[in-house]
């Protein structure tokens, strides 16, 4: 007779087993004692009386799954995830090899195989106490906006920023950009498409950095960037989270996109901005949402109709110069000259507004009237004068001097 493996379990039911084929106690108290109907006692002691030990052993001990995973895909995802998955996560790796190589497998077993080939390692996160913000109502109360700055084509193409839009009732990303940097130009750019797109939300959940807030010498916080001046002339209220966790939302999408995106643009061989801007809309959006967006609280959308607004003189730079006495005024060291025709009397020393468009178009204004103008190509050229050439003298210091004889005193 061979080794018998039992778990504890078996081994305390061998007791009771054993009292009961000595008829020491009853199937019905043998029951009562193991928790189990008469009827499994009766099957389980007649397997015990012909096999002995072993029939107490569950039967699929040692035997291999029926759904148990094929070794050879087992082989060839491994393979896969040390070639072109490279770094991919155990859920994106499962969705992946079911979606392009017909590999159908759980994320958990694909787990448990990269962990014993080496690939994945468990992730012990501290726990950190905080207190839970409800969700929006509806969709567009609020817009948790964010940049996410990341080697996005892994080395192929150059370093850049994803500008990332995310509602807050649904966790549906609205809009997703790439851009050079998390600059003024580029948000504006962003939000002014984002807005064409879906209309004005209620607000902006945004952090403290330099594009939404002036963070130096504004101690009453009177002083507002270019991008909250925009967004509230269209009515949109910013709200400033005081910590990363306060906006988790747009955080935890951001690490979502670095780990997924990251190598969805790898698979199609994207390396550009262009072409990643275009693979965002052209479907990958649409699937993100489709996985990760959950329903709101309330059907209705609270975005706002645009209704007539122009936003190309909203999302813009603006600067006040002052008009100079010949009718100029100076811009990024450019010349620009009023017109004598005007809709409204203009005097030097008053303050012109400058308005630089996204396209770098420049427009003037004073009292919210646009003024016509031209752009000075050239500065004037101030006349100069020859330079006059005197002969050095040379000064002989007198023989009384101070510096001949230390000895004389200079007179009072």
């Known amino acids: 007779m061979g080794k018998i493996i039992m778990s504890k379990r078996e081994s305390e039911q061998l007791l009771i087993f054993e009292k009961l084929k000595r008829k020491e106690l009853t199937q019905k108290a043998a029951a009562a004692i193991l928790g189990r109907s008469e009827r499994q006692v009766h099957e389980k002691a007649k397997r015990y009386n012909l096999d002995g030990p072993a029939g107490l052993v569950h039967r699929s001990r040692g035997i291999a ?23 991919f996560g155990p859920t994106f790796a499962a969705e992946k090899l079911e979606e392009l190589h017909e590999i159908k497998v759980s994320s958990e077993t694909l787990r448990k195989a990269m962990i014993r080939n080496g690939i994945w390692s468990n992730k012990t996160q501290r726990t950190k106490h905080r207190k839970r913000r409800e969700r929006m ?47 003024t130009s580029a948000v504006m750019r962003a939000t002014k498409n984002y807005v064409e797109a879906y209309g004005i939300p209620g607000s902006f959940y945004v952090d403290f950095g330099s594009v939404f807030s002036v ?7 009177d002083k507002i960037t270019q991008f909250k001046r925009a967004v509230q002339e269209l009515g949109i209220r910013m709200i400033h989270a005081t910590s990363p966790q306060a906006k988790g939302r747009v955080e935890r999408s951001n690490k979502t996109l670095q780990d997924r995106l990251v190598k969805e643009l790898r698979l199609a061989g994207i390396s550009t901005m262009e072409g990643a801007n275009a693979f965002v809309k052209n479907g ?74 996204l396209d770098g178009t420049i427009a003037l204004a004073i009292r919210a009237i646009t003024l016509n103008f031209t752009e000075l190509l050239s500065r004037p050229i101030k006349p100069q004068k020859d330079p006059v050439f005197r002969p050095f003298i040379y000064r002989k210091p007198a023989p009384t001097h101070p510096w001949r004889n230390r000895n004389i005193q200079p007179t009072q």
């Open 284 to 357: 990958y959006l649409k699937n993100h949402n489709a996985q990760f967006a959950v329903k709101a609280a309330e059907p209705t959308d609270a975005h706002r109709a645009l209704a007539g607004q122009r936003l190309d003189a909203i999302f813009c730079l603006k600067e006040e110069r002052v008009l100079m006495n010949d009718f100029t005024i100076t811009y990024n060291k450019r010349i620009f000259q009023l017109s004598k025709r005007q809709k409204t009397l203009l005097r030097p020393r008053e303050s012109i507004m400058v308005s630089e468009w």
């Open 215 to 221: 963070n130096t010498n504004n101690p009453e916080h």
């Open 65 to 87: 799954s029926l759904h148990k995973w094929p070794g050879d895909q087992e082989a060839r995802a491994i393979e896969l995830l040390r070639g072109p998955f490279d770094g």
């Open 137 to 183: 109502l509806c969709r567009g109360v609020m817009v948790q906006l964010d940049g996410s700055p990341h080697d996005w084509f892994e080395g192929r193409g150059r370093w850049c920023t994803l500008l990332v839009f995310i509602d807050d009732a649904t966790s549906e990303i609205l809009w997703l950009e790439f851009a050079e940097s998390e600059s």
